[in-house]
């Protein structure tokens, strides 16, 4: 099975831009979650998304959105950008459904390295 | 309140010496989940084991080796005979029954395994 991907590996922009970040799950994986990891805050999660509803949420501003689509990819939007918003942003799959959990796992793409300006 | 501690921030060894990679856990739920992964240089998070709160046993998995203790909130991980190829950051995480994908990560440990 091909693992979680992510594109692009490597972006970046000037404050006050947008960015879209995608992430295509493992096959047969339900549930997208989203973490940003920075030295300073470490990997802290953003949100996730479970048959296109979000259905989590971390602590960070409305900038940072999502959505997922009907095939269970997910894209991140940040907009707004700011210098703090450099990071690796790291998408994780699972199958996610309730029932799944004594067992299911979280699985990581190889991350997005965003670099604002 | 949940949260994850590996106070070790970085560890240095050399070749075929055993390593212990230190987590402790808070949390109020009576289920939950506990993790380890491994972060190469290249970034990407790679999943070593899974532990569940009803499960207290341990395990060992070639070199590799989980120690979990309930009554110290502690899931330790342990290297034997470690290798240069084990260098990188390891994570412990912690996930709960009603929000399971929301992983709360400890803040690393950074190990370096030299020659």
């Known amino acids: 099975k091909a693992g979680v991907t992510q594109t692009p590996r490597y972006l970046i922009k000037t404050r006050g831009q947008q960015v879209t970040l995608s992430c295509s799950p493992i096959?047969?994986?339900?549930?997208v979650s989203w973490y940003q990891q920075t030295p300073g805050q470490g990997l802290q999660f953003l949100f996730e998304y479970f048959s296109e509803t979000q259905r989590n949420k971390g602590n960070f501003p409305g900038r940072f959105s999502g959505r997922q689509f009907s095939n269970s990819r997910s894209e991140m939007n940040v907009s707004t950008l700011e210098l703090g918003d450099s990071a690796l942003y790291l998408c994780a799959s699972s199958l996610g459904g309730q029932m799944d959990t004594s067992t299911d796992t979280q699985y990581f793409g190889p991350g997005t390295r965003l670099t604002v300006l | 309140a949940q949260k994850v501690t590996q106070a070790q921030t970085e560890i240095s060894v050399v070749e075929k010496e055993d390593v212990t990679l230190d987590c402790v856990y808070e949390?109020?739920?009576?289920?939950?989940?506990l993790f380890w992964y491994k972060q190469p240089p290249s970034g990407e998070l790679v999943f070593l084991i899974r532990?569940?709160?009803?499960?207290?046993q341990n395990e060992i998995s070639g070199r590799y080796s989980w120690n979990f203790q309930k009554s110290t909130s502690s899931f330790n991980f342990t290297i034997t005979a470690s290798q240069v190829v084990d260098s990188a950051v390891y994570f412990c995480?912690?996930?709960?029954?009603?929000?399971?994908?929301?992983?709360?990560f400890g803040s690393g440990t950074k190990l370096n395994v030299k020659p």
């Open positions: 532990r569940n709160s009803f499960d207290e």
């Open positions: 096959s047969g994986h339900r549930s």
């Open positions: 949390t109020r739920d009576t289920t939950y989940y």
């Open positions: 995480a912690l996930s709960e029954e009603r929000n399971f994908n929301k992983f709360y």
